[in-house]
């Protein structure tokens, strides 16, 4: 024991550690107005827990000091994961515990040692798969046990005492349609960036003139920030709409939906243009003398070797342009767009922490999954017969 | 099988080739040499319309290139340039296959072909044809785009400085294979080089290029005897010109039938420069001389090298 073998892992745990000793690890409040008393985890788990805790806490940092050929990567990510459901369950239990049935109004929320006890584990998981040199489909496989073991314990029902899940159970029918309404701006903001944008990306490869101008413009266009986007577009809307009763007939509003996917797809532009053409500019122009010299068509040429070629690099583009249009559509409720960012807007207007994190965690996670399909699409599309 | 006629190419009105006429005959291999904005890469790809020409006529096995369309033109034309441009999302077998499968050969015929092409090359079917172009050698890439270039069995391979990025190692290897596979095939070669003893060692004829213009077009010892001027002088570089001519020249057309001589024998179809390494090698002024049966069939002597 002289080197630590992995010092990612012993830097997390050391991290994790410290938090449960200095924070609470879930915060009990008389009503959900008022922020609460800080009740480190020692005090809230049963000892069995604890002690399952602890172990789980000594099986990763002996594994920190092993040598590092000889880390057992699974053995970390299982025992991460472990831990990641155990810290759950006893935030769960603490919750059912602390209730109150002459206080309805008594609130158990998650407290900050939790969370960055969540995160830490989250990061060792990842850590141990990208280690393990796990394939792309492995890697979907490790994200869908472990969140459908959150959501187990959340259906189960031994999570619903928290704050956050009761904030959830008031808003339950609402929640839904949000979702819904969230994933609907993201998707329609993110086909027509898509279908102008690659076009547009694949004619900035072939023309320097053109490349220059469209770069310039969405440069602009993503340096201002989208809280002033979206009201910038609330009177050209309006007197749009006004003008021509026919966009007035399909929507077509100063605010709601058509203000924000008009400036969500505005934010979508640069990165899947730049990435299309930075994809096809990148093809070597050796392989594309050769195709026209062995005598392929200029559609053939474009369609199976730079399309194929560029294809990993234009991925990488919609892949953050989902993350970010995700993310982005949050502040779209400013404008009445509805979306996740409803309850966010509306938390922050009660002062509800558990609202606002209720629009906050989902959107997160949302974003974090588009961005785990959309790598190992990446993967897969870029899998065969490149160097990397 | 490949005449050019007063054909010329104008950029942003200078004349990178300037009324270029050469002829290049059936199973004949004609090497494109001059330095670089000479002008040969140019005039080759006008022939397989990569670049279209000002003026001129290109007639490929007789047929003016203007009436066909660029891509029928080039399917029928082998390709093959200096940086490979193999497609890197193909296996070998798919990169070789490019151009039967744009002509739709039925899959078994194209697999039946991938697999002789192969063997041509001398690169394992087993091992290779799965494999992508990352995974292979630089000579083992080249390999693949003459194979590339030969699938469709075109009559034509034009090649641009084919060679030209490969170590001497491997570029001495891929000498022999061109002289393999033009003996296999009697293709109609034209390739571009800027290397005069890659040319003289390869081509039957030479074309010097410079400025846009052929300056001389001859057979190698007529390049080597006769320098037509002081460029194509310099390009041959002088320092061993005497070498150089003995390397053109054969045995055969020097020895003397029926002489006797003591030793091994040295084949007629060795050039006069192996017989002066050999000489010097046993110290001896003569050598005996075995035609192709193997049979001794007379001698060389020292003072014939030098005739």
Same mark, same amino acid.
């Given at each position: 024991?002289?080197? =630590? ?34 009740? *480190? ?28 050929? &000889? ?29 109150? *049935? ?27 798969? $990208?280690?393990? &040199? ?23 029902? &031994? ?31 993110? !086909?027509?960036?898509? !279908?102008?944008?690659? =076009? ?52 077509? $509003? ?28 990148? !093809? ?61 807007? $509306? ?13 906050? !965690? ?27 | ?24 005959? #059936? ?48 399917? #029928? ?35 039946? #072909? ?33 194979? #590339? ?12 400085? @084919? ?56 057979? @190698? ?30 045995? /055969? ?16 179809? /060795? ?21 192709? /049966? ?14």
């Amino acid at each position: 024991m002289n080197v =630590p073998g992995n010092k990612v892992l012993l830097l997390l745990w050391l991290v994790g550690a410290a938090a449960i000793c200095l924070t609470g690890f879930v915060t009990h409040a008389p009503n959900r107005l008022v922020s609460g008393e800080p009740l *480190p985890l020692w005090t809230v788990a049963g000892p069995a827990a604890l002690g399952l805790f602890a172990a789980l806490g000594a099986v990763l940092i002996v594994a920190a000091f092993l040598a590092p050929n &000889r880390t057992p990567h699974f053995a970390v990510g299982v025992a991460a994961a472990m831990l990641l459901l155990l810290a759950l369950a006893i935030a769960g239990e603490a919750a059912t515990a602390l209730l109150v *049935p002459d206080h309805p109004a008594a609130r158990t929320s998650l407290g900050p040692a939790f969370w960055i006890v969540e995160l830490a584990a989250t990061l060792i998981i990842v850590d141990a798969v $990208q280690r393990r &040199r796990t394939g792309p489909l492995m890697r979907l496989l490790v994200a869908l046990v472990v969140s459908g073991a959150v959501g187990l314990l959340m259906v189960s029902g &031994r999570l619903d005492a928290l704050s956050i899940l009761r904030e959830f159970a008031t808003h339950r029918d609402t929640f839904a349609v949000e979702f819904g309404r969230h994933c609907l701006l993201v998707l329609a903001a993110l !086909v027509p960036a898509v !279908v102008i944008g690659a =076009p547009l990306g694949v004619a900035a490869a072939r023309r320097a003139g053109l490349r220059q101008g469209v770069f310039a413009v969405l440069n602009v266009v993503q340096t201002i920030p989208s809280v002033a986007v979206f009201g910038l577009l609330i009177a050209p809307l309006s007197a749009l709409a006004a003008r021509v009763p026919a966009l007035a007939a399909l929507g077509v $509003q100063g605010i709601g939906a058509a203000p924000a996917i008009f400036a969500l797809i505005m934010y979508a532009l640069l990165p899947v243009v730049r990435n299309t053409e930075a994809g096809i500019s990148g !093809v070597d122009p050796a392989v594309v003398d050769a195709a026209n010299g062995m005598g392929f068509t200029p559609r053939q040429v474009f369609w199976r070797v730079e399309v194929p070629l560029a294809m990993p690099v234009v991925l990488a583009g919609v892949r953050v342009v989902l993350v970010q249009t995700i993310g982005l559509a949050a502040v779209a409720a400013l404008i009445g767009a509805g979306g996740l960012g409803a309850f966010i807007f $509306q938390g922050l207007g009660q002062y509800a922490v558990d609202l606002i994190l209720l629009g906050a !965690v989902p959107t997160i996670l949302l974003a974090l999954a588009a961005d785990l399909v959309m790598r190992t699409a990446i993967d897969l599309a870029g899998g065969t017969g490149r160097t990397s | 099988m490949i005449e050019l006629s007063n054909v010329v190419k104008t950029y942003a009105g200078r004349r990178i080739v300037d009324g270029v006429s050469l002829t290049v005959k #059936r199973g004949e291999v004609c090497a494109l040499i001059g330095s670089s904005g000479s002008g040969k890469s140019t005039t080759l790809k006008m022939i397989n319309r990569l670049v279209e020409m000002t003026s001129g006529t290109i007639r490929v096995g007789g047929e003016d290139i203007e009436r066909l369309p660029p891509e029928m033109l080039r399917r #029928r034309i082998g390709y093959v340039i200096q940086s490979v441009g193999l497609f890197p999302h193909w296996t070998v077998e798919e990169n070789i296959a490019t151009v039967p499968r744009l002509l739709n050969w039925p899959q078994p015929r194209i697999a039946e #072909r991938v697999r002789e092409l192969l063997g041509l090359l001398r690169l394992d079917a087993r091992e290779y044809a799965g494999k992508y172009p990352h995974q292979l050698s630089g000579g083992q890439q080249q390999r693949v785009g003459v194979a #590339r270039a030969l699938a469709a069995d075109p009559d034509i391979l034009l090649m641009d400085e @084919p060679f030209g990025a490969l170590d001497p190692i491997t570029r001495g290897e891929m000498h022999a294979e061109f002289a393999h596979i033009h003996e296999t095939t009697k293709k109609t070669i034209l390739f571009v080089t800027h290397d005069m003893d890659e040319a003289l060692e390869l081509a039957d004829e030479l074309a010097v290029m410079e400025h846009g213009r052929i300056v001389q077009f001859g057979s @190698p010892r007529q390049i080597l005897d006769r320098p037509a001027t002081e460029f194509v002088h310099d390009l041959i570089g002088m320092s061993q010109i005497g070498l150089k001519r003995l390397a053109v020249q054969r045995v /055969a057309e020097r020895m003397r039938p029926g002489e006797p001589a003591p030793g091994d024998a040295i084949d007629a179809s /060795a050039t006069l420069k192996d017989a002066l390494s050999r000489m010097i090698e046993r110290h001896t002024d003569r050598l005996a001389v075995r035609d192709e /049966a193997g049979r001794v069939a007379g001698a060389i002597r020292l003072a014939d090298l030098v005739a």
